[in-house]
């Protein structure tokens, strides 16, 4: 980013108290030396769902890492320590994104709780063994039925991957909605589905049908994915047009993991007579437009089924559609949002072959299986998920993936019907903004309580008034002396400036609790800091006194 640029970008943000930001975050972080630890640094940004490898810190990890090589050739560096001064330079090119991670304002706040909910869902599939992988190509029958993926990826590129996530297996039908948003993008509706319907078929994937108007039924099914194919940059020639859409294919994953896999691709034009038959039938019909090449388009659509993409990378590719088009790690608007709104759709209401109607029933989000074993799902304006498990039940659907899907809808109330208020028996991990202040309580006591100083840290950045007490008037301070949590308690008085004095309805300061827990080194760090303040209680300081100098 040019000077002017972040000069530019650092005035817009003044207003909002960015020009601070920095300072602030150092604060926190920095030890006794005033020093920061750039690892802690990474720790805290990756807790927040971003990972170092992040396109949009790039210029913060480079400049980490040049520090890191200058500190190796240097024997009076402390090395994995920065300033202050180096602190700011490092991290201001990034700092949009990363105050928006520290101040908690990404789409899912509570990145590591909702990690371990995935983790469980996972695990919990990973025991189904149930279905056998496609057979009607020897490239998909001998791959390992065992591989298992998922992939999280949100809207803010929050991300999260457990299992076999960077093995590349072909899209197959889950290429079908991104054809078909790659056509709407260019094409109005009006005219894409002058060929195409937008009804569920009721009848298989490859059934030789056409609806009522003699169109294929919609562009999720063979016959509705090989009109879409022959629209899709028609007026280029088919090597460019395959050009084209693998472009568009590494735009959406933000520039990771897409190939080709020409052995599949191979085997699935020897092996096509339901999809030639199809073809035909369709020109018998009418269904193409003028000049259409049948061959060429049957081919073509043969190559699009055979573009592979990771677990990791498909990830993206549902985020950049439950981001309206935009890809969360570039920020590179790939699709317009019309495209997307219409795409998702379509993958509601035809994504799962014919077990279509019955998930959006019980899921109730738009999803679209291949017969590798993938499964895009999509949380509208919230993440995408790609699964990946072989193994395909009687619709040909990924038997892991599908039971993952569900698990996934009855812990959060992701189902597009779910009563976002009174849902009360799911999670809901968005954002914050219908948290009231009595949640705010229950996060920072649970955390004091917990030991969780990361989670103080984020909470105080927020702005939040760390001195909150509930009904009893216990404080986090309180809690965290109880508890013996020397680390929150030093935070809570160095840092955020808590009170030492503050009094529970009992009339007991958390350097009572401390006492009477028998926390002798947190005791006497709340002494210390009660007879240190300037606003001290004399009353209260005599008892403590005495207090300290019993033991
Ligand atoms: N290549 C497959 C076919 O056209 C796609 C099958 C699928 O994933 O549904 O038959």
């Given at each position: 980013m040019s000077t002017t640029k972040v000069l530019q970008l650092r005035s817009d943000l003044l207003p909002f108290g960015m020009e601070d930001f920095e300072d602030k975050v150092f604060d926190y972080l920095c030890d006794s030396r005033d020093l920061l630890s750039v690892d802690k640094f990474k720790k805290i940004l990756s807790e927040t769902g971003l990972r170092n490898s992040d396109p949009r810190l790039k210029e913060t990890m480079d400049n980490f890492h040049d520090i890191e090589m200058k500190q190796l050739h240097d024997e009076h560096e402390l090395r994995g320590y920065i300033t202050r001064d180096t602190f700011k330079e490092c991290v201001t090119d990034n700092i949009t994104l990363i105050s928006k991670a520290l101040k908690n304002q990404f789409i899912i706040p509570e990145w590591t709780p909702f990690c371990e909910n995935i983790r469980e869902m996972f695990t919990d599939c990973k025991t189904n063994n149930a279905g056998k992988p496609a057979t009607y190509i020897p490239q998909l029958a001998r791959v390992n039925p065992a591989y298992w993926g998922c992939s999280v990826c949100t809207i803010d590129g929050q991300r999260f991957s457990l299992g076999d996530t960077q093995v590349p297996f072909s899209l197959q039908s889950i290429v079908k909605p991104l054809s078909y948003a790659l056509v709407l993008n260019d094409l109005t509706p009006e005219v894409v589905h002058k060929y195409v319907g937008q009804e569920p078929s009721g009848k298989s994937f490859n059934e030789l049908t056409l609806d009522y108007q003699n169109k294929p039924h919609n562009p999720m099914i063979n016959s509705g994915a090989i009109v879409v194919s022959s629209l899709l940059k028609k007026e280029l020639n088919i090597a460019d047009r395959f050009d084209y859409t693998m472009e568009q294919l590494k735009r959406l994953t933000g520039g990771e993991h897409v190939s080709f896999n020409n052995s599949v691709y191979l085997s699935e034009r020897a092996t096509a007579d339901r999809n030639f038959a199809l073809g035909y039938y369709m020109r018998e019909n009418k269904c193409?437009?003028?000049?259409?090449d049948l061959h060429e388009v049957l081919e073509f659509y043969f190559q699009l089924c055979s573009i592979e993409t990771t677990c990791e990378s498909g990830a993206v590719i549902a985020a950049t559609l439950a981001n309206g088009g935009i890809c969360p790690m570039t920020g590179e608007k790939v699709l317009c949002a019309e495209a997307v709104r219409n795409t998702l759709s379509l993958m509601h209401s035809c994504?799962?072959?014919?077990?279509s109607g019955q998930f959006a029933f019980t899921v109730g989000l738009p999803a679209k299986s291949g017969v590798a074993g993938g499964v895009m799902l999509v949380v509208p304006n919230v993440m995408g998920i790609f699964l990946y498990a072989p193994p395909l039940d009687k619709w040909g659907n990924s038997c892991k993936g599908v039971q993952f899907c569900k698990n996934l809808v009855s812990k959060f109330n992701f189902h597009n019907y779910d009563n976002l208020k009174f849902t009360q028996r799911k999670i809901d991990p968005r954002g914050r903004a219908t948290e009231s202040k009595a949640q705010d309580v229950v996060n920072l006591l649970f955390s004091a309580y917990n030991g969780d100083v990361t989670a103080m840290r984020r909470y105080s950045l927020l702005g939040m008034d760390m001195s909150l007490a509930d009904y009893d008037g216990r404080t986090a301070l309180h809690l965290a002396a109880a508890e013996g949590h020397l680390t929150i308690v030093k935070f809570l008085l160095e840092k955020c400036d808590v009170s030492p004095f503050l009094e529970d309805r009992w009339k007991c300061t958390p350097f009572d609790d401390a006492k009477k827990f028998g926390h002798t080194e947190t005791a006497e760090i709340l002494g210390k800091a009660m007879t240190s303040d300037p606003d001290k209680d004399t009353s209260k300081m005599t008892s403590v006194f005495r207090s300290l100098h019993s033991d």
């Open positions: 193409f437009p003028d000049d259409v994504g799962m072959y014919d077990y």
